[in-house]
């Protein structure tokens, strides 16, 4: 079972913009269910977004609509595009697939001015 790696992540003022990244070559990416997460350090991880196999999509109430994600299958790639960033967006950000399998090492988001 391969490993997602993400990428993508950086520091950024309140209102700005950033596209994240994941692959696996891995496994079979098509028939995936994709998931975004982020963790805060104390907390625990927590699910922001899923993209079916068939294309659809839910996204946790927390975001606000800023947050859309996407993929690629050709490419065996997702991606989170997140717009409008707030402060309490930083976090580590991983993908996985459901059911869960090795994480990765995730991206550092860090929103401040």
């Known amino acids: 079972q391969g490993q997602f790696v993400e990428s993508g992540g950086a520091l950024v003022h309140p209102g700005g913009s950033l596209r994240l990244s994941c692959a696996n070559h891995g496994i079979a990416f098509s028939s995936a269910t994709v998931s975004w997460y982020r963790q805060v350090p104390g907390n625990e991880r927590e699910m922001i977004a899923s993209i079916i196999r068939d294309g659809r999509i839910i996204y946790s109430s927390v975001l606000k609509g800023r947050f859309t994600i996407s993929r690629d299958n050709s490419k065996n790639e997702a991606y989170l595009q997140m717009d409008n960033l707030e402060p309490e967006d930083t976090a580590v950000y991983y993908c996985?697939?459901?059911?869960?399998?090795?994480w990765g090492p995730g991206t550092q988001v860090t929103v401040s001015s």
């Open positions: 996985n697939q459901i059911p869960i399998g090795p």
